[in-house]
């Protein structure tokens, strides 16, 4: 079996033919609308989404109704993968923050097929060592760096996934994204567009100076990227379909 030039996801391009051929029947291509909620905490996973554009957020929600993220999505990954696990609810609210499509399939479909194929269980667990990595890191930043690094490097991780200069993110996005008051958004905006590192931020869009953005930003962004970078690497060399990156195509014309 053969697949389909252009897969834009990682993790199915990294797939040999036959094992991609135990989704392909179910794989739905479906477009992402801004602010779209994929999945709710509490509820069950009904698909695996595994986007070729835009950008998810993974958002925890407190009892008092405080929201943080935890982790950013884009073709690198998936949302949903953990139903492999097990039918639970799902521990996070998944909500796409930049427009793009997706690649879903019915969750039983998906664990069907990870039961059957030793390289979709390897896509898995290259999957959960990344979140895995993001999760961690993310901690540690959330509890040493002050807000304004931590904004810094959120409008970095989005900005890798869009591929351009102008993001979707409104300031109340913002405010739940780093789990802080809309007042403390404004203030950190205004410092950093005197920075030079924001060139606009009207009408919920945010329009970045990436290398600016990066010299506001804590190591955390830089270090999440080089290893995430290496656990696809060192685990998807012998993959037979040459896969670009999730921010490769950034890379070729922007100095990271």
């Known amino acids: 079996m053969t697949r389909p030039c252009g897969i834009g996801n990682r993790l199915l391009a990294a797939l040999p033919p036959a094992d991609f051929g135990l989704l392909a029947p179910e794989l739905e291509r479906v477009a992402l609308d801004?602010?779209?909620?994929?999945?709710r905490a509490g509820d069950q996973i009904e698909h695996v989404f595994f986007p070729h554009s835009g950008a998810i957020s993974l958002m925890i929600d407190m009892a008092n109704g405080q929201t943080v993220?935890?982790?950013?999505?884009?073709?690198?990954?998936?949302?949903?993968?953990?139903?492999?696990l097990g039918p639970s609810p799902s521990a996070v609210t998944a909500i796409v923050r930049s427009t793009g499509t997706v690649s879903r399939i019915p969750a039983p479909r998906f664990?069907?097929?990870?039961?059957r194929s030793?390289?979709?269980?390897?896509?898995v667990q290259i999957h959960i060592r990344a979140m895995l990595m993001q999760f961690q890191l993310g901690a540690a930043c959330n509890a040493l760096h002050p807000v304004k690094a931590r904004m810094a490097r959120w409008l970095l991780h989005f900005r890798d996934r869009i591929d351009h200069d102008l993001?979707?993110?409104?300031?109340?996005?913002?405010?739940?994204?780093?789990?802080?008051?809309?007042t403390t958004v404004t203030l950190l905006m205004r410092n950093l567009r005197a920075s030079g590192a924001i060139r606009s931020d009207r009408r919920g869009?945010?329009?970045?100076?990436?290398?600016?953005?990066?010299?506001a930003a804590c190591e955390c962004h830089g270090t999440m990227r080089l290893e995430v970078e290496a656990i696809f690497s060192m685990n998807t060399g012998q993959s037979r379909v040459l896969v670009v990156p999730a921010d490769a195509?950034?890379?070729s014309s922007d100095t990271m």
Do not use: K, M
Not at 34 to 39: C, Y
Not at 111 to 115: E, K, L, P, R
Not at 118 to 123: D, L, S, T
């Open 69 to 84: 993220a935890t982790a950013a999505v884009g073709r690198e990954g998936a949302v949903g993968i953990l139903s492999v």
């Open 118 to 123: 030793p390289a979709i269980r390897h896509a």
């Open 111 to 115: 664990n069907a097929a990870f039961n």
């Open 167 to 182: 993001l979707p993110l409104t300031q109340e996005a913002l405010s739940q994204i780093l789990g802080v008051r809309r």
């Open 249 to 251: 195509a950034g890379e």
């Open 205 to 215: 869009q945010i329009e970045v100076d990436r290398s600016r953005l990066a010299a």
């Open 34 to 39: 801004q602010d779209a909620v994929l999945s």
